[in-house]
């Protein structure tokens, strides 16, 4: 089992910036791909982006240009570096890992971060 812990989220205006973290502890050594979603009320969650265990990125085209992902494998850590905010990123944002586990792929979530852009 992976447990992970969201944190950096908080209020900021519009065009600011945001860097969120993620801590991973457990079966670390498992994880494959790690990634961030979202969700705003009334609407389902969201990939955001996600991040391979070499590196390999991929973003929602609605974040490219704006968010940056990356992790660091010898620390357990991954992080979203948001930019240019937009009212419409507000959500809570998870961290998730993939990960291996008794011959199966399994997920793990954490708790969420709120991020809400107002002015």
């Known amino acids: 089992q992976v447990q992970l812990v969201e944190s950096g989220g908080g209020l900021v205006q519009p065009g600011g910036s945001l860097r969120l973290s993620c801590a991973a502890s457990?079966?670390?050594?498992?994880?494959?791909?790690m990634a961030w979603h979202r969700q705003a009320p009334g609407k389902v969650r969201e990939l955001v982006a996600i991040?391979?265990?070499?590196?390999?990125?991929k973003y929602a085209d609605s974040v490219k240009g704006r968010f940056t992902i990356s992790r660091d494998n010898t620390k357990n850590t991954m992080h979203l570096q948001m930019n240019s905010l937009k009212p419409e990123d507000t959500a809570v944002y998870y961290c998730?890992?993939?990960?291996?586990?008794?011959?199966?792929?399994?997920?793990?979530w954490g708790q969420g971060t709120q991020v809400t852009v107002s002015s």
């Open positions: 457990g079966s670390t050594f498992s994880i494959n791909a």
């Open positions: 998730n890992a993939d990960y291996i586990e008794g011959g199966s792929m399994r997920r793990d």
């Open positions: 991040i391979n265990s070499i590196g390999v990125t």
